[in-house]
């Protein structure tokens, strides 16, 4: 019934007593089963990037095909994150991330074993679909265990740290392990972790869903992954340099936002929709998702950029551009720690505010770097980068879970996801092409190179070395010192249009609100939302004497009224 919220106990140990009945001490354990896994799904995004030459060699996949390796995992992953996070709020959000753990684990050990490349693409389109499962169940579940919204700032705010810190720590781990055993380690590791996650989930994870009204949409799921899958993929082929109008491209962004199209328009029709389109109507969430989206859209295309500048200008191992970056992580996780804080003083509007304006200044200060090594330079930039982006995205993703109603947890998180993945398909697009077009026009004349090897070496700055090197004598020193100069240039363009977009960002968030409102619950119940009731049975006491007495105990309704949640353990959700 709205407004009561039923909470079983069964027979368990003191600690887990301590863990799942206690009254606060259970949801930071929560949390750090949720934040290792999300430490898993992130590292997979990144870390098969420093692999791909070991995989190309072993392997010897086509292009094709190692395009798919690549892109498999954040494609299917992205294009099923509504699909899967709105079925947690239906069927349980704790059983969905326990699924998805299990083949997380089983496609990691087919990854690493693969033989040929056709099974290393089905590993990882499997990872995909498990990562799609992990990721929007941990915000969702935080956003049920911590009601208290400053609890839940503080909780969010380690729930970004550790994705941003995953994602960094990805090229590091992976220049490791590729160095010292083979590519298959980079995915072995994840094994044995969750091997310890999947029963310390199910052991110490409450329950938790939505009302569950009404049948689930299974057409509506599927049109929103189909539509997504094509949107992503329409904007990873712009990306990569292929023709805006060509059909390869074309047809998936139109026949993605068609589906999407239609897609918003079934949710709107329907008494039980997947998604609740009206929270768009809502200025803050719309901003928060729109925040999201332009602040990934700006770190993901800053980090490719600098990666082939530290690698391809200033000649650095994938290890060391990988501990380069570091700063950026370090920095990401003071803003995630001191997220709570700040938000609370200043508020989101100030916050998303500041993070974007101080991310255009460091990516300003960026522009400074040339085709010589400066440290201190790109460290300040970076440490900059990282904390302006970190709070940026804190904000926003405190902002976009908060107003969503608790019911619908698990739709927010994987809108709030897809965004996030969105975000970074535009950035590497966008900022790619903005680099490829500035990059070009500095090597269309180099004295003593022919036109055709002219027109190859504007592709890149790697192929550029390529026929550099075959050229050999002048007019291959010529070309080599051209190709490096016009991709520093085509660096500051770049980073000058991110500055753009960042400021542009800087000016929707003051869409946000002024304060932190950590009152709207018990407002709401003042208002006249009704109070519910709970059960707690405690287990039986040694020596064969029960204390399992009920005990009735009043909980808040505004945290509970539009979901059920039982502990770990307890195997269905309360009627």
Not at 94 to 103: E, H, M, S, T
Not at 348 to 365: I, K, N, Q, W, Y
Not at 449 to 464: F, K, M, N, Q, T
Request: glycine residues 12%; proline residues 6%; charged residues 10%.
């Amino acid at each position: 019934m709205s407004g009561t919220n039923t909470v079983r106990e069964r027979t368990a140990s003191p600690w887990q007593r301590l863990v799942t009945a206690s009254g606060g001490a259970n949801r930071w354990v929560v949390l750090l089963v949720l934040c290792v896994s999300l430490v898993l799904v992130a590292l997979d995004a990144t870390i098969l990037h420093v692999a791909v030459p070991a995989v190309t060699s072993d392997l010897r996949p086509g292009s094709i095909e190692l395009l798919w390796i690549v892109d498999a995992y954040p494609l299917v992953c992205a294009s099923l994150l509504i699909l899967f996070g709105t079925l947690g709020d239906r069927v349980g959000r704790r059983r969905v991330l326990l699924l998805g753990y299990a083949l997380f684990g089983v496609a990691s050990a087919v990854a690493a074993l693969a033989a040929t490349a056709q099974v290393l693409i089905a590993a990882r389109v499997l990872l995909g679909i498990g990562g799609a499962m992990i990721m929007p169940a941990t915000l969702s579940i935080i956003r049920q265990v911590f009601p208290d919204r400053r609890e839940r700032a503080t909780a969010i705010g380690i729930w970004t740290a550790v994705a941003a810190v995953g994602a960094a720590t990805g090229p590091v781990l992976g220049g490791f392990l590729v160095e010292n055993f083979w590519w298959g380690s980079v995915f072995l590791i994840n094994i044995p972790l969750m091997a310890l996650l999947l029963p310390a989930a199910r052991w110490l994870l409450p329950e938790s869903r939505g009302t569950g009204h009404g049948p689930w949409d299974v057409l509506g799921a599927l049109m929103a992954a189909a539509g997504i899958l094509g949107l992503v993929l329409g904007v990873k082929r712009v990306g990569a340099g292929e023709d805006v109008l060509g059909l390869r491209t074309l047809a998936p962004l139109l026949l993605g936002t068609l589906l999407l199209v239609l897609f918003v328009r079934r949710q709107k029709r329907r008494a039980d929709p997947l998604i609740d389109i009206r929270m768009f109507s809502r200025p803050t969430f719309a901003t928060s998702v729109g925040c999201i989206v332009l602040a990934m859209l700006a770190l993901v295309g800053l980090e490719l950029i600098a990666v082939q500048y530290l690698q391809l200008v200033l000649g650095l191992s994938p290890l060391e551009t990988g501990l380069r970056l570091l700063p950026l992580t370090f920095a990401a996780m003071a803003a995630g720690a001191s997220g709570s804080y700040t938000l609370h003083r200043i508020g989101p509007r100030a916050m998303v505010s500041l993070g974007f304006v101080l991310t255009a200044l460091a990516v300003l200060c960026l522009t400074l770097m040339g085709q010589h090594d400066r440290p201190a330079l790109l460290t300040a930039g970076f440490v900059l980068l990282g904390f302006g982006l970190q709070s940026t995205l804190f904000g926003a993703y405190e902002s976009m879970l908060s107003e969503a109603p608790v019911a619908q947890a698990g739709g927010a998180a994987a809108i709030g996801e897809t965004s996030y993945q969105l975000g970074a398909g535009m950035g590497i697009a966008l900022l790619g092409s903005v680099m490829n077009a500035a990059y070009a026009p500095g090597l269309a004349h180099v004295p003593g190179v022919p036109a055709a090897d002219s027109a190859g070496a504007a592709h890149s700055l790697g192929e550029a070395y390529q026929i550099a090197a075959a050229l050999g004598g002048g007019p291959g020193q010529s070309l080599y010192h051209a190709a490096r100069s016009a991709f520093v240039h085509g660096l500051h363009v770049t980073l000058f249009v991110s500055a753009g977009l960042l400021l542009l960002g800087a000016l929707a968030a003051l869409r946000l609100p002024k304060v932190m409102d950590c009152a709207a619950a018990e407002e709401e119940a003042a208002a006249g939302a009704p109070t519910g009731t709970g059960t707690v049975t405690l287990p039986a006491q040694p020596g064969g004497e029960s204390a399992a007495r009920p005990r009735r105990v009043r909980v808040p309704a505004p945290a509970a009224r539009h979901s059920t949640v039982e502990p770990a353990g307890s195997g269905r959700a309360a009627p």
